[in-house]
Nanobody, 118 residues
Framework: QVQLVESGGGLVQPGGSLRLSCAVS????????MGWYRQAPGKEREGVAT???????NYADSVKGRFTIDRDNAENTVYLQMNSLNPEDTAVYYC????????????WGKGTLVTVSS
């Protein structure tokens, strides 16, 4: 049973930072990629950042230079460090896991809400 559990969301002021965590029940290296997606109110879910088992990362243009995806191998946890947050970053953030390249995302967490507001 694969479980992904996000944590770290909350209310933060513009310009602030948050660090989201995604705890994975199994080894993160059993997946081709881990990723963070988000869905803002009234908008479609969009990709934020991904990291492959090889350590390659990819970011949405809107978060490049502000967000960093990384991992703690020993803890089987993937992180999303979010800096310089603005209200446009307000969304429910979801952690996902992909078994294989060129396929869809196989597992999702329940999400954690990030609200950026003064």
């Amino acid at each position: 049973q694969v479980q992904l559990v996000e944590s770290g969301g909350g209310l933060v002021q513009p310009g602030g930072s948050l660090r989201l965590s995604c705890a994975v029940s199994g080894s993160i290296f059993s997946f081709f990629a881990m990723g963070w997606y988000r869905q803002a109110p009234g908008k479609e879910r969009e990709g934020v950042a991904t990291i492959t088992s090889d350590g390659n990362t990819n970011y949405a243009d809107s978060v490049k230079g502000r967000f960093t995806i990384d991992r703690d191998n020993a803890e089987n946890t993937v992180y999303l460090q979010m800096n310089s947050l603005n209200p446009e970053d307000t969304a429910v953030y979801y952690c996902g896991a992909k078994k294989r390249a060129y396929y869809g995302w196989d597992y999702w967490g329940k999400g954690t809400l990030v609200t950026v507001s003064s």
